[in-house]
């Protein structure tokens, strides 16, 4: 629900429960409470509550057990026979807020229909006396005893002023939808809806709007949020629900529609679908749990991976907010003192640091999304951080899928049906060239390099033959790159290609440089063997002979899959035989961030993910990426 439809049913609510008296409370799932309602106008009223999703009354059957868990209990020894006397909304976000008021004193149920919202019981001096679900954020806990911190919300859209309205749109580098949508406390429909009735283009830049523009925006605003008439309804798309609403859209005009005579009927009616449709064993309960645990913890590995991706899309302007507080540090100045100068000033970038605390700790807005970075940090360490974030998101991920698939066990021990979850997909065993590195070239020659000093020494002592070509770079800490002829004539396309491979994973690379030369020898040339009076170190060789060089060779490195196997090298061999295929250039990003971002752009490819994992994992992806900082090419 959003906070159009919060404010909607609020309005209802009060219309059909103030003044009524509480009676029991149900619980249904581990989200959900019933609780029953004597109104004074209809009788018995059934309100359904769902933590972080909706609140409505219902005509559905209710299902829970016949003991009550601990959050149902409390409610009917706080609330049960009390007088409902106020239904309210706070603050135009998705929080609702009940007053029952019994034996000369109050209560207040808060329901949090955000995202990861929660359903709170408090006293009168606003301590939690019991949380639906305890839980713990920075700077926020709703457990048993705390007091109650209302979410952070945004502007009020109805009644945003006009200078507010004009700063927010002149200062936007984002088109006109986005910045009312993340700058006031909206959905995505209903900015479109805002921009519709302004008669202005959705994808306009923001900051080109005029000011008579500005006051149809304003007044477009008030009109799409201040819901004068209440006409529920569903909207359907190809005759399945795609969006209820409390009022009529002009973006879901060309749209059917099924109108209701209130509100709640039609979010009952939109939500039935989900309703639990058989009572399910303790097992399946479990499993649900299990379930909603492993998706929730790829979730938060996945979005903390992206906020870490978000502090380096931002560098520039995360590290100058850095310097400055750096700055002010160097000075003398407290961290108490840095923010009560960022939070009295007027600056567009001052505004965007939400909060600073005494250990430098400070939130700030980037898009539509809260970075909490470290100001005694760099911004890669800060990007880091996310990651080490993710890491530990992945892990519980992984102890998740265990516990899910030891449950699964125990159910097909009771002869329950089990869902297969299909054959079990391993990593291949390696071959012997791959503990270097290597690459098939276009015309099907196996070229190989070494990793270090060892690897460079063994390929020289195992694998160089007189009939192979080996190639090297005049810049030390280059691979001994060798093609393995077999005695066949070696065409340029695999020549040039070793050239490449040669150039991409030297000390090349990792000085950032686009191109560099090279030389190819005959195997025969190669040899340990010092002059009279010279020594060798560890991974030297002595070159004899004329040597072919091949000058500016550019950089590049590609890797892909190619069947059941990730193979990488240079650009063009890899693009002839993988799909899909990420171009590497040198970059800001090391290589396990960098391994990363491309096992997900390789998963985006995959509908079953434990496919790329087998095929793909990151570590392996990193064994193919050159040393010193890359990135992905745009294509």
């Known amino acids: 629900m959003s906070n159009v439809d919060a404010a909607a049913m609020v309005a209802e609510l009060q219309e059909r429960l103030v003044g009524g008296f509480v009676g029991k409370a149900y619980q249904i799932t581990g989200d959900s409470v019933w609780i029953t309602v004597q109104s004074p106008a209809e009788g018995r009223l059934d309100l359904l509550i769902e933590a972080g999703k909706r609140i409505h009354i219902t005509r559905g059957e209710r299902k829970a057990s016949k003991t009550p868990p601990q959050f149902p209990t409390m409610l009917r020894a706080h609330l049960s026979g009390g007088r409902i006397a106020a239904v309210e909304q706070y603050d135009f976000d998705r929080v609702v807020q009940i007053t029952v008021e019994r034996s000369g004193g109050k209560r207040l149920l808060v329901v949090e229909l955000f995202p990861k919202g929660n359903v709170v019981l408090l006293d009168e001096e606003m301590k939690i006396i019991l949380p639906l679900r305890p839980m713990a954020f920075r700077g926020r806990k709703l457990v048993a005893g705390e007091e109650y911190l209302y979410h952070y919300g945004q502007q009020d859209p109805r009644s945003v002023s006009l ?91 060309e749209r059917e529609a099924r109108p209701f005579t209130r509100f709640s009927e039609a979010l009952d009616a939109f939500f039935v679908a989900e309703e639990p449709a058989q009572k399910k064993t303790a097992i399946d309960r479990r499993l649900e749990i299990q379930q909603r645990a492993i998706q929730e913890f790829e979730a938060l590995e996945r979005e903390r991976a992206l906020l870490g991706e978000m502090v380096y899309q931002h560098y520039g302007e995360i590290d100058a907010i850095l310097r400055v507080i750096a700055g002010a540090r160097e000075k003398g100045f407290s961290y108490q003192e840095i923010w009560d100068r960022i939070s009295e000033s007027g600056m567009p970038k001052a505004q965007a640091i939400r909060s600073l605390d005494y250990r430098g700790e400070f939130r700030m807005q980037v898009e539509d999304r809260e970075l909490e970075l470290n100001a005694e940090l760099t911004v890669p360490q800060n990007a880091k951080r996310y990651y080490d974030r993710a890491k530990e998101a992945g892990k519980k991920h992984s102890g998740a899928v265990s516990a899910y698939e030891a449950t699964l066990q125990l159910k097909d021990r009771k002869a329950e049906p089990r869902k297969s979850k299909g054959p079990v997909l391993r990593r291949r065993k390696p071959r ?73 994973y030297s000390s090349i690379w990792k000085g950032g440089l686009a191109e560099g030369d090279c030389y190819l020898v005959n195997g025969d040339q190669v040899t340990k063997t010092p002059e009279p009076g010279e020594f060798l170190r560890k991974g030297a060789f002595v070159i004899r002979g004329e040597r072919r060089y091949f000058r500016d060779v550019p950089v590049g490195v590609a890797v892909g899959i190619a069947g059941d196997m990730l193979i990488g090298g240079p650009v063009y061999a890899i693009e002839e035989r993988a799909d899909p295929v990420v171009v590497i250039e040198p970059g800001e990003f090391n290589a396990d961030d960098l391994a990363k971002r491309i096992y997900r752009q390789f998963a985006e490819k995959y ?29």
């Not at 496919?611 to 294509?635: N, Q």
């Open 432 to 504: 012997w060239f791959e503990r270097f590195r290597w690459f098939t070239s276009s015309d099907d020659f196996l070229v190989i390099g070494g990793r270090d000093v060892d690897s460079n020494e063994e390929i020289y002592a195992k694998y160089l033959e007189k009939r192979d070509l080996a190639l090297h770079t005049d810049a030390p800490g280059a691979p001994l790159t060798v093609i393995k002829t077999e005695g066949r004539e070696v065409p340029e396309t695999t020549i040039q290609e070793a050239a490449q491979f040669a150039v991409s």
């Open 163 to 253: 200078e507010y309205l004009t700063n927010l749109l002149t200062t936007s580098d984002a088109d006109l939808v986005r910045t009312i949508v993340r700058g006031l406390n909206m959905g995505g429909v209903y900015g479109e809806e805002v921009c519709l009735r302004a008669g202005l283009e959705k994808n306009r830049p923001a900051a080109t709007l005029n000011p008579e523009e500005m006051v149809r925006v304003r007044d477009s605003l008030r009109a799409v949020f201040c819901l004068e008439e209440v006409q529920p309804r569903i909207v359907l798309q190809d005759g399945q629900p795609l969006d209820v609403i409390p009022s009529p859209l002009q973006v879901y005009r």
């Open 607 to 635: 509908e079953d993910k434990r496919v790329i994992k087998a095929i793909a994992p990151t570590d392996l992806i990193v064994s193919f990426l050159p040393p010193g900082g890359s990135r992905v090419r745009e294509r």
